[in-house]
């Protein structure tokens, strides 16, 4: 079945707490949280503290996404935060296997994170190590843009070359996800769709985590 994993950067930030427990009752998989820190992408978003403050609302899996310079910093305040999950983007990680390490060291999932423009060939020496592969379908720093249509082929692609590998890590899409959207990249392969406004913009959370999981679709 397709996880939903909403991103915390399109919930209303003066209710944290509430915005979290609402897509916990609604169904959700996964939260998804973007850490930003303005150098990799212009845009600041929050750090661990927020991480830890939000542990003790909700069950849910952190799926911690580090938009960041230096990843490496951020993984033991992380671990110790309550994160479950860190993706890291393979065009930050300066020594990418040694940062996977250094995650599942802390026994966490570990996962790599590719810009839209980023060749999936960039993967190929780390598959094994990897929990989750999330493709940005939209270029990072900012919620609310459009989709880019070429992502759906990237899915595709990536599926048929971890079958060839033989290995299973989970496919993740964030960006521009919405009930049009979502069921493309499901069809193409995807295992977790990452939605920010289509989940916490809605106005029946729970139907429009029902809409975007498409089980139709699979």
Sequence with gaps: MVMISPSLLAA??????????SITAAGADLLHLDIMDGHFVPNLTFGVP????LRPVTKLPFDVHLMVENPDLYVEPLAAAGAEMITVHVEAALH?????????????KAGVALNPATPLCTLEHVLSELDLILLMSVNPGFGGQEFIPGTVVKV??????????????AIAVDGGMNRKT??????????????????????DVKEAITALRGEHCR
Excluded at 157 to 167: C, E, H
Excluded at 186 to 200: P, T
């Design 96 to 108: 990418l296997h040694r940062t996977l390490q250094a995650i599942k060291g802390f026994g966490l």
């Design 50 to 53: 927020v991480v830890k403050a």
């Design 156 to 169: 595709a692609s990536l599926r048929k070359l971890l079958q060839a590998a033989g290995v299973a890590p």
């Design 12 to 21: 209303n930030f003066a209710i944290l707490g509430d915005e979290v427990r």
């Design 182 to 203: 979502a069921p493309r990249v499901i069809a193409a392969g995807a295992d977790i769709i990452v939605a920010g406004s289509a989940v916490f913009g809605a106005p």
